[in-house]
């Protein structure tokens, strides 16, 4: 592990591709005041997640785990005016901080944050009868990764993309036998994806500021 020089190259390409961002920045700062845990994605992960939302056309986007709104002001921004994201989070003290955030990046009027148990939230919006979602950022508790899987699909078309967060955990995913619950919790993702048909799945290793971790990415409806 050299995560001081990923941070250097993250800060390099942060530099060179993205630029400043006083929204962005702000929401930072207000996360560290409110005394948030950091652990958003990086800037170069939002503009990814930003530029994926984009390339799906994404109008509508569903995201389990909001924190303060970091990666939602990223993939909120990748919207038409018409579009709309709903934000899944446990935490009312960090819908809070979310929600001022993204009101100030001028994406409010877009977002939702919607504060429960994502479990709950998400059976709530299959029983609606909730028009499906194009993009979906999987971003909360690992160990309920297989059960926001299942709901998401419920909640999936054919050609949505579903992108989940901390696939890797420095690697400890590839250890059976990890007492961890959030490495089980994903090597149950990647088995339930595994069996299950009609998916078309692949997971990227990355290193940067954030550590070594990765996104694991599946496209609905195609083998
Ligand atoms: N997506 C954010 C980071 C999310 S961190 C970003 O990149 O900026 C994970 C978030 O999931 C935390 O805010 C935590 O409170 C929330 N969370 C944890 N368990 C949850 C649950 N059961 N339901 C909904 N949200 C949950
Ligand atoms: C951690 C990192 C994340 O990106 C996340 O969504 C949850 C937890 C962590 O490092 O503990
Ligand atoms: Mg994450």
């Given amino acids: ?27 930072l700062a ?19 997640l930003h530029l994926l939302a984009r ?38 003290g960090h819908a809070e901080i979310a929600r001022a955030n993204l009101e100030r990046a001028g ?9 429960g148990q994502a479990r709950i939230l998400l059976k709530g919006m299959v029983d ?15 160990e309920s990764s297989v059960d926001y899987l299942s709901y998401s699909l419920q909640l999936s078309r054919p050609g949505s993309l579903i992108i989940v967060d901390n696939v890797v955990r420095e690697g400890r995913i590839v250890d059976p036998a990890s007492d961890n619950p959030m490495v089980q919790g994903i ?19 990355t290193v940067g500021a954030k550590g070594w971790d990765g996104f694991l990415m599946l496209l609905v409806g195609e083998e």
């Fill in 128 to 142: 609606e009868g909730a028009e499906p979602f194009d993009l979906f950022f999987i971003d909360a508790d690992k």
């Fill in 187 to 205: 090597r149950r993702l990647y088995d339930a994806i595994e069996t299950t048909p009609g998916l078309s799945a692949t997971a990227i290793q």
């Fill in 55 to 92: 390339l799906q056309g994404a109008r509508r986007i569903l995201e389990v785990g909001t924190l303060g709104g970091y990666s939602t002001i990223w993939l909120a921004r990748a919207l038409s005016p018409d579009g709309q994201l709903v934000s899944l989070e446990l935490d009312p």
């Fill in 1 to 27: 592990m050299d995560i001081d020089r990923w941070s250097l190259v993250d800060g390099y390409i942060a530099d060179k591709l993205i630029g400043g961002d006083p929204a962005l920045e702000s929401a």
């Fill in 107 to 115: 994406v409010g009027d877009r977002v939702d944050v919607r504060v």
């Fill in 30 to 48: 207000a996360n560290c005041a409110a005394g948030l845990p950091a652990i958003d994605v990086s800037p170069a992960q939002g503009k990814m």
